[in-house]
T-cell receptor, first 113, second 113 residues
């Protein structure tokens, strides 16, 4: 069964450092998303991406965040200068089209020290 | 009113019990409705989509009432493996935001032998 894969599973970084979280969406999917979940809280939307550009972003997705599809398979989330409050589980998701079922990757646990 | 609101739980039930989860959503423009389940520190996994006509998948039945903006999930003959957090999920519903999912905080279910 096709799945969304994310690497690394756990990333530890120092405050102020840049991190790149990587995702390989399901191959025939056209819409890509990033969500985050702070421990004990609900899953929150960060950004959606279609046709090589951002479709929508939440107020969480400020100038410190960026997304990119550097090639035909990868979809990345970059945090330029990490803060303690960026510590969370980051989930990548993909769907065939907007409004359709989104399939989630296993997530990257980001720990900012 | 919160965008997606669920019973806080936890629900502790014996094996074989029937358990019902309720959810309300605030955005009348929402078009897509889902129940996901999330195991501890794992990714959300789709349990089922929810349609106005109601739908059933084995022991699971989901209902949607658009007029009341209310979604429900019924689990019959609960199993130990049903223990998880159940997430009510709604899309934002308009224009480019159709793909943006709004998650409830989830209701934790523990099924005991």
């Amino acid at each position: 069964e096709p799945e969304v894969t994310q690497t690394p599973s756990h990333q530890v970084t120092q405050m102020g450092q840049e991190v790149i979280l990587r995702c390989v969406p399901i191959s025939n999917h056209l819409y890509f998303y990033w969500y985050r979940q702070i421990l004990g809280q609900k899953v929150e939307f960060l950004v959606s991406f279609y046709n090589n550009e951002i479709s929508e972003k939440s107020e969480i997705f400020d100038d410190q965040f960026s997304v990119e599809r550097p090639d035909g398979s990868n979809f990345t989330l970059k945090i330029r200068s990490t803060k303690l409050e960026d510590s969370a589980m980051y989930f990548c998701a993909s769907s065939e089209s907007t409004g359709r079922i989104q399939y989630f990757g296993a997530g990257t646990r980001l720990s900012v020290l | 009113r919160k965008e997606v609101e669920q019973d806080p739980g936890p629900f502790n039930v014996p094996e074989g019990a029937t358990v019902a989860f309720n959810c309300t959503y605030s955005n009348s423009a929402s078009q897509s409705f889902f129940w996901y389940r999330q195991d501890c520190r794992k990714e959300p996994k789709l349990l089922m989509s929810v349609y106005s006509s109601g739908n059933e998948d084995g022991r699971f039945t989901a209902q949607l009432n658009r007029a009341s903006q209310y979604i429900s999930l019924l689990i019959r003959d609960s199993k130990l493996s049903d223990s998880a957090t159940y997430l009510c999920v709604v899309n934002r519903g308009y224009g480019g935001s159709q793909g943006n999912l709004i998650f409830g905080k989830g209701t934790k279910l523990s099924v005991k032998p």
